[in-house]
Every structure is written in C-alpha cells, then in structure tokens.
C-alpha cells in the first residue's frame, strides 16, 4: 500500500516526445507499481469521479499531431449508458474482452479544433482479477489482438453534434490498451466528421508512423485516437493515485 501511496503519477497532459513515443511503439500500455489494494479500490472509480475529471470537456495535446502539431480536443457527447453492452465491440473483440468480465463501460466523444475528426474514447472496467488482466494481456500481445480490423471498437455518435455520422463504416484508426496495474481497458476509435467511409482502417501505433501513405495516416486519424487514449489513460492515473491518498489518509486516521 506505501508503494502506491507514493506512486508519482502524471498530471494528465504529455510531452511530445513521450507520447509521441508510446503512440508509435506500445498500442498496449501497462500501469505498473500499482499494489493489489489499489487495483480493487479502482474498480469503484467511476463511481467516485465526476465525469469531467475522467472525460474533460477540453484536452489539450502539445505537439500530439503529425509533425508535432499541437492539438485541442473537444467533447460534444458523453454516452448516458453504463451497463456493460457488448454493441460498443466488433464480435471478436468483444469475444476477446469477455475473460475479463465487465462491471461498467463508459464513453465519450470528442472532434478536434477544426471538427474535422471525430473519436470516440472508452473505458471498460473489468471484473476480473489481475491474473486474469494479465493473461488478457499477453494473449493481447502474442497474438497482436491490436492490429486486427475484426476487433475494432465500435463509435459513439450522440446525435445532434459533428459525430452524428460516425458509424462502423467510418471507423479509420483505432488503439485498445490493456491495463494490469488497473482494472481498466481504455481505448479509442477515430474517424472523419463528414461521415465518410473509410475502406481500411489503420492501428493507431501504425498511422503515426511518418511517411506512411495510407488514408488514415496522413489525415491524422493515429494521432488522434492514440493522443486521445493517452491523455485519458493519464486521467485514470492521476484519478487512481488520489483515491488511494484519500483511502490510506482514512485508515490512518
């Protein structure tokens, strides 16, 4: 519990160079040094956490775009529903998530500064233990679960905003992250605000790479799924990290 206690965790927005980093080399991130009494207090997070410190109405990304182009993200829809739904997945993915298990999922959407693109991001909060988390994981990586367009999550397109057409078709770029220090699958799936449809969809961790030529590449559609998963994931850090302060300043006391 002191290990987690003292974990230093980031305050939410990135560098350029890290993230930039992680988008390009690690589609499936783990947060590590979190102790077993703090992976169970997380799974009441949600519960916690008022909406706008999970999903901001605003993130800022400085230097997340192609070339490191800042970039701002705004939210237009948080989704109403929580109860777990296997509809927020393709088939295989949500046959892959099953394991796991599935106390609550939540999701919102957000376009960026010019409402060109639109991407919904979501966190799945897991039933399951963390050895079940882990095995999650690592059939996650042995099998590069991660690259596959068969298990890409599905969007969420509140009605009335720039996300109003964002159905499967239109899915260009996407990114799911496995958590084992945290009972959390975080993901993001990106596409246009125009509604088009895009013929192959791209994994985040392969549109940011530069000079790839593909469609999703070069809108940007990597960058802003991977951008937004990671600014979100920090979210649900620095979340985590308060709840056990409060949950060990209690016990003390």
């Not at 770029?173 to 993901?187: A, C, I, K, M, N």
Request: charged share 25%.
């Amino acid at each position: 519990m002191a290990a987690a206690v003292c974990l230093v965790l980031g305050l939410g927005l990135l560098g350029g160079s890290l993230l930039g980093s992680r988008l390009a080399g690690a589609p499936v991130t783990t947060v590590s040094a979190t102790g077993p009494r703090t992976y169970e207090l997380a799974r009441t997070l949600w519960e916690e956490t008022p909406v706008d410190e999970i999903f901001p109405r605003t993130l800022n990304g400085p230097d997340a775009g192609p070339g490191g182009a800042d970039r701002r993200w705004t939210r237009i829809g948080v989704d109403p529903r929580t109860r777990c739904s296997d509809a927020a997945f393709d088939p295989l993915l949500a046959r892959a998530l099953a394991p796991v298990g599935c106390v609550r999922l939540l999701r919102a959407t957000y376009t960026d500064a010019t409402a060109t693109s639109v991407t919904t991001v979501g966190v799945l909060v897991v039933e399951g233990d963390r050895a079940a988390v882990r095995a999650l994981r690592k059939r996650w990586t042995d099998e590069r679960l991660g690259g596959r367009a068969d298990m890409v999550p599905r969007p969420y397109a509140p009605a009335g905003t720039p996300a109003a057409g964002f159905g499967d078709r239109q899915r260009a770029s996407w990114t799911v992250r496995v958590h084992t220090g945290l009972p959390f699958v975080t993901y993001a799936v990106s596409g246009f605000a125009d509604g088009r449809s895009v013929e192959r969809p791209q994994p985040a961790a392969e549109a940011v790479v530069p000079g790839d030529t593909a469609a999703p590449a070069q809108a940007g559609m990597g960058h802003e799924a991977g951008g937004l998963a990671e600014l979100v994931d920090n979210r649900l850090r620095e979340a985590a990290d308060a709840q056990a302060r409060r949950a060990a300043g209690e016990e003390q006391r």
